[in-house]
């Protein structure tokens, strides 16, 4: 949708006065999920680097993999579907599989800063009713 059909929808929001001319207003969503563009990226392109990490390189495939074998160790614990998982760890690669591992499992990811004191991550493990944490 372009900008000028947006105004004459009726959509304009406050904001929209400072936005760049170039940009639409709104996007489409795509209609396949997180899991499902990296299971297309590791069958097209395997070998092809998808993260790199000081000098670790993993793959499509390699990360495809692990996400799989993580994805399988959640549900034999007992993560069914819509089940939260906490994803408590800091940004490396270990992070990034666990991510794709939850969504593969059909759970919902609770990303945690591990800055959070004690108190924050009570509320994280409470309030979403998270059963499962993956922690660093």
């Not at 929808?9 to 001319?21: I, N, V």
């Not at 297309?40 to 993993?58: E, G, H, I, M, N």
């Not at 074998?69 to 666990?98: F, S, T, Y």
Request: with cysteine; charged share 15%; hydrophobic share 45%.
């Amino acid at each position: 949708m372009s900008n000028s059909n947006t105004a004459e929808a009726g959509l304009t929001a406050p904001h929209h006065r400072f936005w760049p001319q170039r940009l639409p207003h709104r996007i489409t969503p795509p209609a396949t999920s997180l899991w499902h563009n990296l299971a297309v990226s590791a069958l097209r392109y395997p070998d092809k680097t998808a993260l790199v990490f000081f000098d670790q390189v993993l793959t499509y495939g390699q990360l495809f993999d692990q996400a799989e074998r993580l994805a399988a160790h959640l549900r034999e614990q007992g993560v069914q579907d819509g089940d939260r998982v906490i994803l408590l760890m800091q940004n490396c690669p270990q992070w990034v599989v666990a991510h794709f591992a939850i969504l593969r499992a059909n759970a919902v990811v609770v990303p945690v800063n591990p800055m959070n004191r004690s108190d924050e991550l009570q509320h994280y493990i409470t309030d979403p009713d998270a059963r499962v944490a993956i922690a660093a």
